[in-house]
Nanobody, 115 residues
Framework: QVQLVESGGGLVQPGGSLRLSCAAS????????MGWYRQTPGKQRELVAT???????NYADSVKGRFTISRDNAKNTVYLHMNMLEPEDTAVYYC?????????WGQGTQVTVSS
């Protein structure tokens, strides 16, 4: 059974940093486009960042210049480095693996930005 397990969430003050990790198992990780999405109560899940098998990255406008997505195929892990965090970044962050038409989701990790 495929698993995507996120970690690294927590409470951080505005202006702070966090690094999220997503470890994948039972998939050929290197062929998947990996992504991070986030969701707040009452809102649709939204794209944060993606990275293709060829390391091409894409970011939501709201996080450009602050967040960086990266992957380590040897460790089957994708990361989201989040800097200059803002209260508006508070959400549950979900890891996503996609090789069309197959899509997998992780369980999510809470990120709270508050003083």
């Amino acid at each position: 059974q495929v698993q995507l397990v996120e970690s690294g969430g927590g409470l951080v003050q505005p202006g702070g940093s966090l690094r999220l990790s997503c470890a994948a198992s039972r998939i050929i990780f290197s062929i998947y486009t990996m992504g991070w999405y986030r969701q707040t109560p009452g809102k649709q899940r939204e794209l944060v960042a993606t990275i293709t098998r060829g390391d091409i990255t894409n970011y939501a406008d709201s996080v450009k210049g602050r967040f960086t997505i990266s992957r380590d195929n040897a460790k089957n892990t994708v990361y989201l480095h989040m800097n200059m965090l803002e209260p508006e970044d508070t959400a549950v962050y979900y890891c996503n693996a996609r090789s069309s038409p197959i899509v997998y989701w992780g369980q999510g990790t809470q990120v709270t930005v508050s003083s």
